[in-house]
């Protein structure tokens, strides 16, 4: 059974700190992404990653960094988290090669900055 | 730039008839995808289907079809027989087939009726 897995579901982080949530897919993708979701606005892209040790902005990555040292494991890291960070953050892997490539997601991580 | 839309933020259907949820897009790229997701209030984004650019027929999957009207740039999600697990957000999303990354459109809660 395919997996994405997202290492924390919930996490409550205090303004200003270093926040990592790590994702871990077991499809042997090329393609992995960082998604936040907030009501009303859908999934908002904040980056991509094409290869290992290669990354791509999407449309919302002012704030946030990644990294990917190993096929399997996409990172994201807010460096100094703020209140308006709080939302729902879904990594989620497909294959590169083609289209019609199924996107698929991990559970999602709630993250609350107060 | 790539764009989707999602017109209708919240939808009714009474159970065991059949709903329309609406998606139009943009882009200027000849070749791309189509794809709609499920998202339960457990927060796992389920796929459901999926329809490219070039394709004759539109896509069928059990309950589900895509009604893709290309000059209308419109890929409407059809659920025919609604049942009560069938309420959830619904996502509809456009594939950059170049850049290997999906647009995602901001939902339609969909709720069925007994």
């Known amino acids: 059974d395919v997996k994405v897995t997202q290492s924390s579901r919930y996490l409550v982080k205090r303004t200003g700190e270093k926040v990592f949530l790590e994702c871990v897919q077991d499809?042997?993708?090329?393609?992995m992404f960082w998604y936040r979701q907030d009501p009303g606005l859908g999934l908002r892209l904040i980056y991509f990653?094409?290869?290992?040790?290669?990354?791509e902005k999407g449309d919302i990555p002012e704030g946030y960094s990644v990294s990917r040292e190993k096929k399997e494991r996409f990172s994201l890291i807010l460096e100094s988290a703020s209140t308006n960070q709080t939302s729902m953050y879904l990594c989620?892997?497909?294959?590169?090669?083609?289209?019609?490539?199924?996107?698929?997601f991990g559970e999602g991580s709630w993250l609350t900055v107060v | 730039a790539q764009k989707i839309t999602q017109t209708q933020p919240g939808m009714f259907v009474q159970e065991k008839e059949a709903v329309t949820l609406d998606c139009t897009y943009d882009?200027?790229?000849?070749?791309?995808?189509l794809f709609w997701y499920k998202q339960p209030s457990s927060g796992e984004m389920i796929f459901l289907i999926y329809q490219g650019s070039y394709d004759q027929q539109n896509a069928t999957e059990g309950r589900y079809s895509l009604n893709f009207q290309k000059a209308r740039k419109s890929a409407n999600l059809v659920i025919s027989a609604s049942q009560l697990g069938d309420s959830a957000m619904y996502f509809c999303?456009?594939?950059?087939?170049?850049?290997?990354?999906?647009?995602f459109g901001d939902g339609t809660t969909l709720t069925v009726k007994p």
């Open positions: 999303a456009l594939e950059d087939t170049n850049a290997g990354k999906s647009t």
């Open positions: 990653s094409y290869d290992v040790k290669m990354k």
């Open positions: 989620a892997s497909s294959l590169r090669q083609g289209s019609g490539n199924t996107i698929y």
């Open positions: 882009t200027s790229d000849p070749s791309y995808g």
């Open positions: 499809m042997d993708h090329e393609n």
